[in-house]
């Protein structure tokens, strides 16, 4: 069993910045394929950004080139900073993890276990 834990999320104006962190459980973290989606009210949940095991990086068309994903796997801990933030980015942002695949994590499909979310909020 994987518990992922998210903070950093809250409320700031558009074209500021906030950077979330995944806590992750287990002894193996380096081998976690993790990914974080996000999910607007009304909306399906969507891919934002995912981090290999191997350092393969991929972004939604959205948010590349504001949107920045790492990890530190001595901390077993997974980031994204996101700049240039939009009203449109507003959403409860998830952490995901992958341990089954040794493939990027593309869509819901992929993940094995998920965070409880942590909300941001980008005022006009």
């Known amino acids: 069993q994987v518990q992922l834990v998210e903070s950093g999320g809250g409320l700031v104006q558009a074209g500021g910045s906030l950077r979330l962190s995944c806590a992750a459980s287990?002894?193996?973290?380096?081998?976690?394929?993790m990914a974080w989606f996000r999910q607007a009210p009304g909306k399906e949940r969507e891919f934002v950004a995912a981090?290999?095991?191997?350092?393969?990086?991929m972004y939604a068309d959205s948010v590349k080139g504001r949107f920045t994903v790492s990890r530190d796997n001595a901390k077993n801990t997974v980031s994204l900073q996101m700049n240039s933030l939009k009203p449109e980015d507003t959403a409860v942002y998830y952490c995901?993890?992958?341990?089954?695949?040794?493939?990027?994590?593309?869509?819901?499909?992929?993940?094995?276990?998920w965070g409880q979310g942590t909300q941001v909020t980008v005022s006009s």
């Open positions: 287990g002894r193996t973290f380096s081998s976690y394929n």
């Open positions: 981090l290999s095991r191997s350092g393969a990086r």
């Open positions: 995901a993890a992958s341990i089954a695949s040794a493939n990027l994590i593309a869509g819901p499909n992929d993940v094995n276990y």
